[in-house]
């Protein structure tokens, strides 16, 4: 709770205080871990995480690139929201340059 802020909305609150909104904030959380993992700079083995498209052993413009993330199919909304369903398709919108 801050102070002065009353009757303000949830953008004006943000923009007077500086801040990100919690869905960007969570959005850049989760790259940053999928980064490390895919870098191996975490504890967490990346090969139970993810696959790379590359990896799939089907041909296609989407795994000629090297850095794209195979999505996994999920047939439960529910689980569509578990990290390693939610951040490939986040993780492949990135640039190529960023994800390199």
């Not at 953008?11 to 869905?23: A, F, M, S, V, Y």
């Not at 490390?36 to 089907?58: L, N, P």
């Not at 390693?84 to 492949?92: E, G, I, K, Q, Y």
């Amino acid at each position: 709770m801050v102070g002065g802020l009353q009757g303000s909305t949830y953008p004006e609150k943000l923009r007077e205080l500086g801040l990100q909104t919690l869905e960007d904030r969570r959005q850049e959380a989760d790259l940053t871990l999928m980064y490390e993992v895919i870098r191996g700079e975490c504890k967490v083995r990346g090969e139970k995480w993810y696959k790379m498209a590359e990896d799939t052993g089907h041909r296609t413009r989407a795994t000629a690139d090297p850095c794209r993330l195979e999505v996994p199919q999920s047939r439960l909304d529910i689980r569509r929201n578990i990290f390693t369903c939610r951040v490939p398709a986040l993780w492949d919108s990135l640039p190529t340059s960023v994800r390199d």
